[in-house]
């Protein structure tokens, strides 16, 4: 059995639900996404979920937000910020405040970009490793462009009777799931339930110390 691991691929200022620029997800919608839809504002490595301050690929696409997205230089990474240092100085000149993440990826050593299509799996952090007195937010399941299959893959009628009873203890009230092993076995389950988006990953989000 091929040994997985921990690998930080970067970091991340997300909207912050105590600024008020985080919308609640309708009613409506949460029934069908989520698996607890009483959870009105869950978090996600998935930006369409928990929506980021920053517009990678700016040089690929646009997308109007108020305040606008803050467009990253191509050097600090192509999917997250691989230097934290810098993140946090861009956020400040720009007047922003955020939820700080880090965002890690468990897989294989030996993984390439034809198994994740992300050059994050190729660079180095700086810092190296997620900071003492980050937090554990918790675990989510997505597909190598990050998209949710925990909260952006929307369930059958079916499928939410037959899951919510089994899922529901599982998941924190951050919306994320609450252990690696739980994680795990999710990403199994989408990898069926969600073939078009197979094969999905299991993050690791960890909210950053304030300074």
Sequence with gaps: MMSKAWRLLGFDAREDEGDGKKTPIPADVRE???????????LSVDTNIWPSHFLYYPHFRTVAREPPLIETPRE??????????QMRRVLTENGRTAILIAVELLAPESITFSDFASANIYSATEPVDV????????FDVADSGFWSGLSNCGYSEAERAELRPKWQDRINDFGLLKSEQDAIEFR???????????????????????L
């Design 32 to 42: 069908v996404m989520l698996l607890r839809p009483e959870i009105e504002m869950p």
């Design 76 to 85: 600090s990474g192509s999917d997250f910020w691989l230097n934290l240092t």
């Design 131 to 138: 900071l003492d007195r980050s937090i554990c937010l918790g």
């Design 188 to 210: 199994e389950l989408s990898d069926a339930r969600v073939p078009e988006h197979a094969p999905f990953w299991v993050f690791r989000l960890s909210r950053l110390p304030d």
